[in-house]
């Protein structure tokens, strides 16, 4: 029983690493050069694999990791209003506990605002 223990736990950490590695190494095709990127090309590069490309939460990768970490519903707008824009800049900016990389040495200030707004968009788009 504890070996089956300590191998499942063993198992879960090496495929955690492994994805985090994809996410890393994972070419970005048909990507906008990095000055004109907007908010949706690096959502679409960089956020979907996890967050799906409606941000509901249900990307490839989340799907991998769904017994891990919980993806949270960028279209819950309870959810979304529970959070400030500059909760949401620090979150992508420093990463999160939750299993999200930091994305300040990849993502400018200004990219990332435009990446909050896109964020902001899932919301007013979900309740019409």
């Given amino acids: 029983m504890r070996v089956c223990v300590l191998y499942r736990l063993c198992c879960q950490w ?4 492994m ?10 095709f048909g990507a906008e050069t990095k000055g004109a990127a907007s908010g949706q090309s690096n959502f679409e590069a960089r ?3 996890c967050h799906g490309a409606t941000g509901k939460g249900n990307g490839f990768q989340a799907l991998a990791l769904f017994f891990m970490f919980k993806m ?18 620090r979150s992508i900016k420093q990463g999160s506990k939750g299993g999200m990389p930091a994305y300040k040495l990849k ?5 990332i605002k435009d990446l909050v ?9 979900s309740s019409r």
């Fill in 117 to 125: 707004v896109y964020i902001r968009s899932f919301t007013r788009t």
């Fill in 14 to 17: 090496l495929l955690v690493v």
């Fill in 47 to 49: 956020c979907a694999r």
């Fill in 19 to 28: 994805m985090l590695l994809i996410v890393e190494a994972a070419p970005v």
């Fill in 72 to 89: 949270p519903d960028l279209t819950d707008l309870a959810y979304m209003q529970a959070r400030s824009d500059d909760a949401l800049f």
């Fill in 107 to 111: 993502l400018s200030e200004p990219e």
